[in-house]
């Protein structure tokens, strides 16, 4: 394969851009696109940490993720009972990705959640998610840090989330909704700017893969990321 149906190359991802303070009540927010798939992100600050969390004198970060109604090509019902095992497990992976480069210790007693909507799905949408979740927490941060609540920046570093797959048995890096349905191995790769893996979740739908593919994916998700950090970099420059 030297093109995928889209037009792009193997080791190329989807166009990508972040537009910031689209959610003028929110502390933080930007809405992330990649390629057809685009996210609304929103971090809210409020006092107060959960009881749990009461005696740490630290704060908390967490994330809820949630689909519309047609984002995708079929309408998929509200989830008015409580989020199902798979929205659960986005909005922890969220969770965990965002508390892995915050110091909740610079917090002060303090709550943010990130809220993730799906507006368009074509593949992808917890990682964009992600992705578009750390700019929005660091505008959340900034403005604590504006309005005295904190001394510092509580945000280590940035974080980023990015697919890869095997389709046709070539390794490609940001799958959309089509390569992704027909992948024969499918990974998500979250990591830092400094090169630390946060999480690794991959899968082969078929028969299992050799660790020589498992190296090549994540070396062509690595460069994925690198991309995206610098995607979020260009978008905080200008809040």
Same mark, same amino acid.
């Given at each position: 394969?030297?093109?995928?149906?889209?037009?792009?190359?193997?080791?190329?991802?989807?166009?990508?851009?972040?537009?910031?303070?689209?959610?003028?009540?929110?502390?933080?927010?930007?809405?992330?696109?990649?390629?057809?798939?685009?996210?609304?992100?929103?971090?809210?600050?409020?006092?107060?940490?959960?009881?749990?969390?009461?005696?740490?004198?630290?704060?908390?970060?967490?994330?809820?993720?949630?689909?519309?109604?047609?984002?995708?090509?079929?309408?998929t019902s509200r989830?008015r009972s409580g989020?199902?095992?798979?929205?659960?497990?986005?909005?922890?992976?969220?969770?965990?990705?965002?508390?892995?480069?915050?110091?909740?210790?610079?917090?002060?007693?303090?709550?943010?959640?990130?809220?993730?909507?799906?507006?368009?799905?074509?593949?992808?949408?917890?990682?964009?998610?992600?992705?578009?979740?750390?700019?929005?927490?660091?505008?959340?941060?900034?403005?604590?840090?504006?309005?005295?609540?904190?001394?510092?920046?509580?945000?280590?570093?940035?974080?980023?989330?990015?697919?890869?797959?095997?389709? =046709?048995?070539?390794?490609?890096? $940001? %799958? /959309?909704?089509?390569? +992704?349905?027909?992948?024969?191995?499918d990974m998500n #790769?979250? *990591?830092?700017?400094?090169?630390?893996?946060?999480?690794?979740?991959?899968?082969?739908?078929? =028969?299992?893969?050799?660790?020589? $593919? %498992? /190296?090549?994916?994540? +070396?062509?998700?690595?460069?994925?990321?690198?991309? #995206?950090? *610098?995607?979020?970099?260009?978008?905080?420059?200008?809040?």
């Amino acid at each position: 394969m030297t093109q995928r149906h889209d037009g792009r190359r193997p080791d190329q991802g989807r166009p990508v851009s972040i537009d910031t303070g689209v959610a003028p009540y929110a502390e933080g927010s930007c809405i992330i696109a990649t390629g057809q798939t685009r996210v609304l992100c929103t971090a809210s600050v409020v006092a107060g940490v959960p009881a749990w969390r009461e005696r740490s004198g630290a704060g908390w970060v967490t994330a809820e993720y949630a689909m519309l109604p047609r984002a995708t090509h079929t309408r998929t019902s509200r989830e008015r009972s409580g989020p199902k095992g798979r929205t659960q497990e986005i909005q922890r992976l969220i969770g965990r990705s965002l508390r892995s480069v915050t110091d909740m210790g610079a917090m002060g007693q303090h709550t943010i959640t990130v809220d993730c909507d799906v507006l368009q799905a074509d593949g992808g949408t917890r990682t964009a998610s992600i992705t578009g979740a750390c700019v929005a927490l660091e505008l959340a941060l900034r403005w604590m840090l504006h309005e005295g609540m904190v001394v510092r920046s509580p945000m280590k570093e940035k974080v980023a989330a990015v697919s890869v797959g095997l389709v =046709d048995g070539v390794a490609c890096l $940001d %799958l /959309d909704y089509r390569e +992704d349905s027909a992948a024969q191995v499918d990974m998500n #790769l979250v *990591a830092t700017e400094s090169g630390g893996l946060v999480e690794v979740q991959g899968t082969a739908e078929g =028969d299992p893969f050799p660790r020589r $593919d %498992l /190296d090549a994916l994540m +070396d062509l998700g690595m460069s994925g990321i690198e991309a #995206l950090l *610098a995607a979020q970099a260009r978008a905080l420059s200008g809040s």
